[in-house]
């Protein structure tokens, strides 16, 4: 099934959602799809953002194409055509629409992406934060997999790749979504959507996925460790979390509250060490937790590109010793941790 053109998310917001809303009904979970319905009716009908027109109307200025794919299993997430002499997919006829239609999705903030040849940079090397994580992660073959604050949707599509039978990412992001659609449009049959909704408006006690992930959210949680048990209330007996965030180096019991914001970002609350992380985690009633990457952020991971011409990384740094942030904290250092939900 393809999807409407010229998309109009008021209207068709049902078309785009109708395989995952069927899936969920027949998977036991049609008390979840009714309640999604009114969320998504809110989103797009009741009270939609206000750039939403401008961003669908850019989105509507993609070229149409009726065989093109996703290849998820590449570090720039690529749309191609399904045969690569279509004369109306070679990158030369379609470049001025495309990347036009692209450019009014700026910023583009996580990828890397590539439709039919044309190189989406991002900010962030996502790719190479999925370097890191998909190394130690239970075989994603045939498993559910929830991405929590999954922002473009970039690594829903390596989880997809990796083997996942379904990928549900959430994100408020509505810019978010259509960047994720812009390559969806493309391969519409692909078991990959994103709900642009937030991690509390998840139902209570789902036990519905066997992986979740949480990468770049826990320090925006004002109560980390109520994040860790709805985490876990999204898995199943035996599931799977995948828990990647800011950590400091330290002991376990030292955690840094910055006084406000942290690498400028508002909103940072709780930044762990990574063994004090393991003790949340632990707490939070999970087994078998193992830190598998502890890494610093590096200014060639975030950066500014000709895709995102704000500020970025650098530009948090303090100039004369990039080994803090601009406020005078450690520079970002990342962990991943994985653990399982007992059976
Ligand atoms: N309440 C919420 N519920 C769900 N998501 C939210 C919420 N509030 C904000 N977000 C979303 O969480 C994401 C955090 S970014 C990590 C992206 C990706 N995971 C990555 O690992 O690159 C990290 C960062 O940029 O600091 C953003 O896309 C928000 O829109």
Not at 46 to 57: A, M, T
Request: net charge negative; glycine share 6%.
């Amino acid at each position: 099934m393809t999807l409407p053109h010229p998309l109009d998310l008021s209207r068709h917001w049902r078309d785009l959602y109708d395989p995952l809303l069927t899936h969920l009904c027949e998977t036991g979970n049609a008390a979840w799809a009714g309640q999604l319905q009114n969320q998504l009716l809110q989103r797009f009908v009741s009270h939609p953002h206000g750039d939403l027109e401008r961003w669908q109307n850019a989105y509507n200025g993609l070229p149409v194409s009726a065989a093109a794919k996703v290849l998820p299993n590449r570090s720039a997430v690529a749309v191609t055509a399904n045969e690569p002499d279509q004369p109306d997919m070679r990158l030369g006829s379609l470049q001025p629409e495309l990347e036009h239609a692209l450019r009014g999705l700026m910023p583009w903030r996580k990828g890397p992406f590539e439709f039919f040849g044309l190189s989406v940079d991002t900010e962030w090397r996502s790719d190479w934060k999925w370097d890191r994580v998909a190394p130690h992660l239970s075989d994603l073959t045939g498993r559910t997999v929830l991405d929590v604050g999954c922002g473009s949707g970039y690594h829903c599509w390596r989880m997809w790749g990796a083997g996942a039978s379904r990928v549900i990412g959430i994100d408020p992001g509505l810019l978010f979504l259509m960047q994720f659609l812009s390559l969806k449009r493309y391969d519409n049959a692909a078991p990959v959507d994103l709900l642009p909704i937030r991690v509390e408006d998840l139902p209570p006690d789902m036990a519905y996925f066997d992986t979740v992930f949480s990468m770049g959210i826990l320090y925006h949680r004002r109560s980390p460790i109520d994040h860790l048990l709805d985490l876990k209330a999204t898995l199943k007996p035996g599931g799977e979390v995948v828990l990647e965030t800011l950590v400091i180096a330290g002991n376990e019991g030292e955690v840094l509250m910055p006084e406000d914001r942290y690498a400028m970002m508002r909103n940072v609350w709780f930044i762990p060490s990574s063994r004090s992380l393991k003790r949340w985690l632990a707490r939070a009633g999970f087994v078998d937790i193992r830190v598998v990457d502890e890494s610093l952020t590096s200014t060639e991971e975030q950066r500014a590109t000709d895709w995102m011409q704000f500020q970025s990384l650098s530009d948090f740094l303090d100039p004369s010793d990039p080994s803090k942030t601009a406020e005078g904290y450690p520079a970002p250092l990342r962990a991943t941790l994985i653990a399982r939900k007992p059976r």
